[in-house]
């Protein structure tokens, strides 16, 4: 059983076969990610039904985001109750959902409205020839979805909603969205992103605009927020890490989101998206250079990937000074997995 001293002081980190044995690797698939709030859409899904795949490596659930007129937003299975056909490849603003394999007809809330050829059907249609519905939870423009939440979304995702209700979150318009691919356990780059104890050593340009020694850490139940100040004192990023993959960093011209997404024990993508306030400074401070950064961050999660595998590393130690956020990700990972272990849930 994975244990973490709640005492940093004197806790060990996750041992290394945490991140090379591909049992706990499915084991985090569905005692974590299934029972987490993952980011389903941003401000760039528009009215109507937008189709996508949640987690497509891990998770590879086919749904639906359907944001109606009045802005109301379900989330959707995008499969056909009938044999199983994928409904909506495309985003589109449809009066009626048809099927492309046998025309069944669903509405945009995902109710069943009819079906060739079935006439002579005994009890049918039933409640599950509807669409399934998923619960979703709305931030602004931005969706959040969970297949089997083992926390609510109040919960999870309150200090998102704190963050995006920010000025410097408003009227937000996506700039740009990126993937990378990153030869390393998913675990490894959520934590190198929950310290900034290594900014000095890795990360030289960065290190040029913020002020190490002004580095805030508030730990919360399921999220990190992490404060930077510029050199003369200015609040230059907030980076909120919301567990167990989410990472949003808001900066004074807007905000940047890390979607980690694992594939397997040794390697995760990163969906990176950008979206600008209307203030016209995205990409003139902590959030210049994003790419290098990125670049520098992944050289080194990637070094770590191939050390921690050895046969000469177990456990590492924490450092209680800059290292809370690291413990506090190993707990929680620790937490769902032992609640599992002893049928909490
Ligand atoms: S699979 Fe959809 S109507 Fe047959």
Redesign the pocket.
């Known amino acids: 059983m994975l244990h973490v001293d709640p005492d940093i002081r004197r806790a060990h980190t996750l041992p290394g076969d945490f991140y090379s044995d591909p049992e706990y690797f499915e084991r985090t698939k569905i005692e974590i990610f299934v029972r987490s709030w993952q980011m389903a859409a941003g401000p760039e899904c528009g009215k109507g039904v937008t189709p996508f795949t949640l987690l497509p490596e891990l998770l590879g659930e086919e749904l639906i985001i359907s944001r109606g007129f009045g802005g109301h937003v379900t989330c959707l299975s995008n499969v056909?109750t009938?044999?199983?056909?994928i409904?909506v490849d495309q985003p589109c603003q449809p009066d009626v959902i048809r099927?492309p394999?046998?025309?069944?007809r669903f509405s945009p809330d995902g109710k069943f409205l009819s079906?060739p050829e079935f006439k002579d059907a005994v009890d049918f249609p039933s409640e599950s020839d509807n669409l399934a519905q998923i619960p979703s939870f709305t931030i602004s423009n931005f969706v959040f979805v969970s297949l089997d939440a083992a926390f609510s979304a109040e919960e999870v995702l309150g200090p998102a909603v704190e963050l995006l209700k920010r000025p410097e979150a408003n009227y937000l318009k996506p700039v740009g969205r990126k993937e990378y691919s990153v030869k390393a356990h998913w675990a490894l780059y959520c934590e190198n992103y929950l310290e900034g104890f290594h900014i000095p050593y890795v990360h030289r340009g960065l290190n040029e605009k913020l002020d190490f020694g002004s580095y805030e850490v508030d730990l919360m139940p399921f999220a990190v927020l992490q404060k930077a100040r510029s050199r003369d004192g200015d609040l230059a990023a907030l980076y909120l890490f919301i567990f167990p993959n989410l990472m949003l960093n808001l900066y004074p011209g807007g905000l940047s989101v890390n979607i980690v997404r694992p594939v397997d024990p040794s390697r995760t993508i990163i969906e990176y998206r950008t979206y600008a306030n209307d203030t016209g400074n995205f990409g003139t401070g902590a959030d210049t250079d994003l790419e290098i950064v990125e670049i520098e961050d992944e050289k080194i999660v990637e070094a770590v990937n191939r050390g921690i595998r050895s046969r000469y590393y177990r456990k590492g130690r924490y450092s209680p000074a800059q290292e809370r956020g690291v413990h506090h990700f190993h707990r929680l990972i620790c937490k769902f997995l032992e609640e599992t272990e002893h049928g909490q849930t």
């Open positions: 056909c009938h044999r199983g056909m409904l099927c394999y046998h025309g069944r079906m």
